[in-house]
C-alpha cells in the first residue's frame, strides 16, 4: 500500500501528528482521522498541535476532491486530481450519521448527505459528499 497519510504534500507533518496523537504525554496536541460510514468520504482535524496548522481537512474518494479549512473559515479545494488526495491511516473509524467529533476550535459531523465541518466559533465551513464541496458561510 501507499503511505499513510491524507495529505500527500504533507506526508512527515501527518506522522508527526498521529505520534503525537498516540502519545498520552502530548496532552496538548489534538487530532483525529475518521471515515464516512459509507468510506467514500474521509478526514483529519487537527488543532492545538505546534508542529501542523490547524484545519479540518475532508476527501471524497469518489471525485478525488478535497477540502482543507483553515482556523479562520477560509476554504482551499483541490478537484479532481489524484494529487488531491491520500490514503487514510489503517485502522481509521467511521464517524456514524448524526454524530459530531469536535478537536478544538473545529466541528465535523457526519450526515447522509455527506460531511459537514466548522470553525465553531463563526459556523464557517464547508459540506462535502461523492461529487461537490460547498461552502458554509
Do not use: E, H, W
Not at 64 to 84: I, N
Request: proline letters at 4%.
Amino acid at each position: 500500500g501507499r503511505s499513510l497519510d491524507l495529505m500527500r504534500p504533507t506526508t512527515a507533518l501527518v506522522a508527526a501528528a498521529l505520534a503525537a496523537a498516540a502519545l498520552p504525554t502530548a496532552a496538548s496536541a489534538r487530532s483525529a482521522f475518521f471515515l464516512s460510514p459509507t468510506k467514500n468520504l474521509g478526514c483529519q482535524v487537527v488543532d492545538n498541535d505546534a508542529r501542523l496548522r490547524p484545519s479540518a481537512y475532508c476527501q471524497s474518494y469518489a471525485s478525488r476532491t478535497s477540502v482543507t479549512l483553515s482556523k479562520d473559515g477560509r476554504l482551499r479545494v483541490c478537484r479532481t486530481s489524484s494529487r488531491c488526495i491520500g490514503d487514510a491511516p489503517f485502522g481509521t473509524g467511521t464517524l456514524a450519521y448524526g454524530r459530531s467529533r469536535t478537536v478544538g476550535r473545529f466541528r465535523c459531523t457526519s450526515r447522509r448527505d455527506g460531511i459537514r465541518c466548522v470553525v465553531r466559533s463563526t459556523g464557517r465551513g464547508f459540506r462535502i459528499d461523492r461529487t461537490s464541496v460547498r461552502p458554509i458561510r
